[in-house]
């Protein structure tokens, strides 16, 4: 039973416009969820994260917003640039324990 | 600075034999987890360890085992490699007191 989903498999967006990168989730006990990034034939890195009694955060180029209605979580790039070409995974860590559970993954491109 | 780290890089074994993947963290994170990383499924918990002598099943465990001696290693035992086990191979460390968990380069198991 997948408890988080990222339903689209790529997409391709032109430098300097924004990319939005969904993620949505089944469970409604889940105390952090994050955003990873992943360039080929590397491990994936920490890009941003947000509490799950916040709406909001943002560093830099980067926006999460959590929909808790709708349980909903989205990644904003503005402006994607050539170098956030990579997959980005969604994560979630349940409350009380320490793993994280990852979605299958979202390929962006970005297109000069 | 501190690192995870992963060895070999790169392995190919044959159907049957038992193999090894070496994880090794200097963050002195109590918590370890392995992850597979296969095209459609994202990034699937194997096992994982919240400290020494603890070890934990994750969604994708068959055929799998871990232990955990000391802080620093989480080694990953196939003790029959199959060729459904053909895969990249993520190991990652956490602290209790943040949210990000960080990721070694990956190993890549073939097995023929």
């Known amino acids: 039973d997948q408890q988080v989903k990222q339903n689209s498999p790529s997409l391709s967006v032109q430098e300097g416009r924004i990319s939005i990168l969904n993620c949505d989730y089944t469970?409604?006990?889940?105390?952090?969820f994050l955003w990873y990034k992943k360039y080929p034939a590397e491990g994936p890195t920490f890009l941003i994260s947000?509490?799950?009694?916040?709406d909001k955060n943002e560093d830099g180029r980067f926006t999460v917003f959590l929909n808790k209605s709708a349980k909903h979580l989205s990644l904003h790039i503005v402006p994607s640039q050539p170098g956030d070409s990579a997959v980005y995974f969604c994560?979630?860590?349940?409350?009380?324990?320490?793993?994280?559970?990852f979605g299958q993954g979202t390929r962006l491109t970005i297109n000069p | 600075d501190a690192e995870i780290t992963q060895s070999p890089r790169h392995k190919i074994t044959e159907t049957g034999r038992q193999v090894t993947l070496a994880c090794h963290q200097t963050?002195?994170?109590?918590?370890m987890f392995w992850y597979r990383q296969d095209l459609g499924h994202g990034l699937r918990l194997i096992h994982y360890?919240?400290?020494?002598?603890?070890?934990n099943k994750g969604e994708v465990s068959d055929g799998y085992s871990v232990s955990r001696s000391n802080t620093e290693d989480l080694p990953l035992t196939l003790e029959s490699a199959a060729s459904s086990q053909t895969s990249v191979y993520f190991c990652?460390?956490?602290?209790?007191?943040?949210?990000?968990?960080?990721f070694g380069q990956g190993t890549r198991l073939t097995v023929v």
């Open positions: 990652a460390s956490k602290s209790h007191m943040n949210t990000e968990a960080f």
């Open positions: 469970n409604s006990m889940f105390d952090y």
């Open positions: 947000i509490s799950s009694i916040k």
């Open positions: 994560a979630v860590i349940i409350q009380g324990a320490q793993k994280l559970v």
């Open positions: 963050w002195n994170h109590n918590n």
């Open positions: 360890s919240y400290g020494v002598q603890d070890t």
